[in-house]
């Protein structure tokens, strides 16, 4: 019996690609290098950033540093970086309100765990989604991120259910899906936001071995 949905943030509940984009490409042509040189270095940060080693603003000064560029721009991308996550969670869609709360009124318990950067930590616990949530584990507070089992295990440990009682959603970035089916939750696929993806950012393939949600309201079929 499914007793509790733990779900993806980025891509499952908001979407990256709603509103002003600001990805690597953007910040390369910001800072007038070739977007590939950005985006090994920036890379090369990506777990200390998704685990509370670094900032985005200290991870900024460390690849603007390796690069010789001029560190006075820091705050400059870090601010559109945080206008544009602001159209992001601006952007939510009425379809994952009406999820959660349906969620709530059968009297499923509902975890997110998100892997995330210091200025996306931030706005997912100021963001209007937040009241919905039992447990939150989100990556830059936990030290681990996905596919860490740890973190899937945590967060059903605070839900107090195993994780054989609990539905796992998200669109299947950090082989999320995999770890989940692994540890004995049931994971379903959500697609709803991938006509909004562009290369090279779509995180993961349509994965045909799980359950597909291509619609929000497609997750109460797995219950």
């Not at 979407?15 to 390369?28: H, K, M, P, V, W």
């Not at 000064?61 to 559109?80: F, H, M, P, W, Y």
């Not at 959500?190 to 562009?198: C, D, G, K, Q, S």
Request: aromatic fraction near 10%.
């Amino acid at each position: 019996m499914i007793k509790a949905v733990i779900f993806d943030m980025f891509e499952t509940l908001v979407s990256l690609f709603q509103g002003r984009t600001y990805f690597s490409e953007d910040i390369a042509a910001d800072i007038g290098i070739p977007t590939e040189m950005f985006r090994t270095v920036w890379h090369l940060s990506e777990t200390d950033r998704s685990t509370g080693v670094l900032t985005v603003e200290d991870a900024l000064g460390k690849v603007l540093t390796a690069l010789n560029v001029s560190g006075d721009q820091v705050q400059r991308i870090a601010e559109k970086r945080w206008e544009a996550l602001g159209d992001t969670f601006d952007a939510i869609p009425p379809a994952t309100f009406d999820l959660l709360k349906e969620l709530k009124e059968r009297g499923i318990l509902i975890g997110l765990i998100s892997n995330c950067f210091s200025d996306e930590a931030i706005r997912i616990q100021n963001c209007r989604l937040y009241q919905y949530f039992d447990a939150v584990k989100l990556s830059f507070e936990q030290g681990i991120c996905k596919p860490d089992p740890a973190i899937y295990y945590r967060i059903a440990a605070e839900l107090g259910v195993e994780p054989e009682e609990c539905l796992y959603v998200g669109d299947g970035g950090s082989n999320e899906l995999a770890v989940a089916k692994e540890i004995g939750m049931k994971p379903v696929q959500a697609l709803w936001f991938r006509p909004l993806m562009f290369e090279p950012h779509i995180p993961s393939p349509v994965y045909d071995e799980y359950p597909h949600a291509e619609i929000q309201p497609d997750v109460l079929n797995y219950l």
